[in-house]
């Protein structure tokens, strides 16, 4: 098993493109989520899903969006970077809820917002 | 106010002493994940617990959910136990973690 993919590992962006940061997992987890972590802050849920077709935001969801087609695949979308949006971010999921099963974390992409 | 405390911040020990890390939560919880942070960057889960303690090898974690506080313990420190240790409790019926801001360990031979 590969576990949580994440592509890119970096990316720099201008401010005003769009991207999307990719994350795939191959253990039939139905909980995916999305993180940020910014220095001196913990980490800080984005948005998340308990399934496929089923999405939520978390605690800091402003420019970004999810989807959730398949099991598999829980990509998250900025539709217009901007440099706060400069952070690590984490894709990670668990079997089921996030209170339930033992958290799988991906890698990691570090993106820079010029 | 946090929602999670970790204490310390920073801790600095020799090889071989024993390690306590903190968590104190303010929200209901029905389980709480301590992760491992590695200086690359990587982050793996070490415990999951919603009741007592749990060991592996020389980790062990454990929780009072009444005093709403959990420790990581490290017997026998390692070099290679330098890390960042992060408590996630999970709220109750949100399907959500919420993060400490993480306890820098450093390990000196």
């Known amino acids: 098993n590969a576990g949580v993919t994440q592509t890119p590992k970096f990316q720099v962006l201008k401010t005003g493109q769009s991207m999307t940061l990719q994350c795939a997992q191959d253990m039939n987890h139905e909980y995916m989520s999305w993180y940020r972590q910014d220095p001196g802050m913990g980490l800080r849920l984005i948005h998340y899903s308990v399934g496929a077709g089923i999405t939520d935001q978390g605690e800091v969801p402003n420019g970004y969006n999810v989807s959730r087609s398949t099991t598999e695949d829980f990509p998250l979308r900025l539709l217009s970077a901007a440099p706060s949006q400069t952070s690590v971010y984490f894709c990670?999921?668990?079997?089921?809820?996030?209170?339930?099963?033992?958290?799988?974390f991906g890698p990691g992409t570090r993106l820079t917002v010029l | 106010k946090n929602e999670v405390e970790q204490s310390p911040q920073n801790l600095t020990a020799q090889e071989g002493e024993f390690i306590t890390i903190n968590c104190s939560y303010s929200v209901g919880i029905s389980a709480l994940h301590w992760l491992q942070q590695h200086p690359g960057g990587g982050i793996v889960s070490l415990f999951m617990?919603?009741?007592g303690k749990k060991k592996h090898g020389r980790l062990i974690a454990t929780i009072n959910i009444q005093e709403k506080h959990s420790s990581l313990h490290i017997t026998a420190s390692h070099p290679r136990d330098s890390a960042v240790y992060i408590c996630?409790?999970?709220?109750?019926?949100?399907?959500?973690?919420?993060f400490g801001k993480g306890t820098k360990l450093t390990v000196n031979p």
């Open positions: 617990l919603s009741s």
């Open positions: 990670a999921s668990s079997s089921r809820g996030a209170g339930e099963g033992e958290q799988f």
């Open positions: 996630a409790p999970d709220k109750s019926g949100s399907e959500k973690l919420v």
